[in-house]
């Protein structure tokens, strides 16, 4: 089944202790996403990856990092948790490049709660 | 990214048909429109994209007038289960982001 898999899904920590969430597509997809949605914000980029080695921040990546090592994962890594970064964070994949142009496949989101 | 407007909430009935609008202006001319729908705790689902004038598929119709300024998102005999919240996005590129979309309430 082609999908997008988060993990964790729930995770409850503490300012200031690292931590990495994990993203991992099994479509073959150029294109990956990081957002994170807040209650009246809608979901706002945090940063994306054209391709393998290829990744470049979007709206609102301060505190955040992310590495593309491989086609089909894309970690997001919290280096000093803040509780401001407590919020709903999703990931995403699309075939191209270009993922105005094509559809975007969203993961199931990670529930943070920083402390 | 072109910005968007689109209303904030939307009430409407089983069986009746829902009509979203979306103006966008300052749309390019390579700009796509794409549309999303969001259940509560899930991830954002693709619904539609087109480039002009109408596309349908079989869940929903997308209306884009000649000048592109605007495009209507249009959802036949909705169900409860379609209460949900609906993004347009328009743009070409790498960098998207969501506004805070339209939440469709449907009643019984």
């Known amino acids: 089944e082609a999908q997008v898999t988060q993990n964790p899904r729930y995770l409850i920590t503490v300012t200031g202790k690292k931590l990495t969430v994990t993203c991992s597509q099994n479509?073959?997809?150029?294109?990956m996403s990081w957002y994170r949605q807040d209650p009246g914000l809608g979901l706002r980029q945090i940063y994306y990856s054209m391709n393998v080695e290829v990744t470049d921040k979007g709206d609102v990546p301060e505190g955040y990092k992310v590495s593309r090592k491989e086609k089909r994962n894309f970690p997001l890594i919290l280096e000093s948790p803040s509780p401001n970064q407590t919020s709903l964070y999703f990931c995403?994949?699309?075939?191209?490049?270009?993922?105005?142009?094509?559809?975007?496949?969203f993961g199931p989101g990670t529930r943070l709660t920083v402390t | 990214l072109a910005k968007t407007t689109q209303p904030i909430s939307m009430d409407s009935y089983e069986g009746q048909e829902v009509n979203i609008t979306c103006s966008h202006n300052?749309?390019?001319?390579?700009?796509?429109i794409t549309w999303y729908q969001q259940f509560p705790s899930q991830g954002p689902r693709f619904i539609i994209q087109?480039?002009?004038t109408k596309v349908t598929n079989e869940v929903a119709s997308l209306f884009i007038p000649a000048d592109r300024k605007s495009s209507t998102l249009s959802l036949p005999r909705v169900s409860l289960s379609d209460t949900a919240v609906y993004y347009c996005?328009?743009?070409?590129?790498?960098?998207?982001?969501f506004g805070a979309g339209t939440t469709v309430t449907v009643r019984a």
């Open positions: 995403a994949s699309s075939l191209s490049g270009d993922p105005s142009s094509y559809e975007q496949y």
């Open positions: 087109g480039y002009k």
């Open positions: 996005l328009v743009g070409v590129g790498y960098k998207l982001s």
């Open positions: 479509m073959n997809h150029e294109y």
């Open positions: 300052n749309i390019a001319t390579n700009d796509y």
